[in-house]
């Protein structure tokens, strides 16, 4: 019985990866057809499944070499792939052999992060931050950009869909200028070597953990208020988080090495 359902625990995560894989299909084949609300939901379940999936196995001990590889295939598929078809769909494919050039830009940015990733974490330790900015983090940039501009296409609660694009192009023409640029940085970002931090060490069991917690639960009220708008906010601001960090770190060694040289 105790061996049954120790590969029980070990199919469980897997199957959130799996879920996570078929989400990220659901989503291409809905903006194939130009639902492009269902495609970023179908999208932000799969990043659920991604979340999922890591802490299952984490917690059950039961993370393995096989998961590992599952999971940077589904990866690559949600939120490489699929975002990349939804924003070539949506913005990308009147620009031609430009915008063909900027959604495989960010697929293959993707795989090369994926692949950065799975080198590092089988010759050292997970640490507390990663390497450029993960591409769930990225893909969810974009998700959040279509359920944000989706508030503003049509007042009679029409979603984001091939009919509704006219509208939004006349009402909201920055969309589709920023989307490309945005692209572009983003892939650029996930390829840098940019510190992101890492939220896999948190323990929610330790006291000093528990303002964390806190937070969590706000920001997941706040999601079920505001969804479009806080789960833009929340993928923004830690995009830009790295870059801050970067900055700030810049400037204090500016600082310092200003000091010195007055001494």
Known sequence: MKEKLKKGIYVLPSLFTCSNI????????????????????LLICAIACDILDGRIARITKTSSEFGVQLDSLSDLISFGVAPAIM???????????FGEAIAILFVLCSALRLAKFNV??????VKRSFSGLPTPASAGVLISFVLSYDLFVDPSGNAL??????MLMKNMPLFFKAMPITMVILSLIMVSN??????KKIKLSKPKTFRI??????LIWLAFTFPQNIIFIIFLLYALSGIV????????LINIKQK????
Not at 245 to 252: A, F, Q, T
């Open 213 to 218: 917690m806190v937070l969590f639960i706000i």
């Open 245 to 252: 960090e970067i900055v700030l770190k810049y400037i204090r």
């Open 260 to 263: 010195h040289s007055e001494d």
């Open 22 to 41: 078929a989400f990220g299909c659901a989503s291409m084949m809905a903006s194939i057809n130009g639902y492009f609300s269902k495609a970023a939901w």
């Open 194 to 199: 940019i510190p992101y931090t890492s939220f």
């Open 120 to 125: 590092k974490a089988q010759n050292e330790a």
């Open 161 to 166: 869909s091939f009919k509704t694009i006219p």
């Open 87 to 97: 924003m070539y769909q949506l913005v990308l494919k009147d620009k031609g052999n």
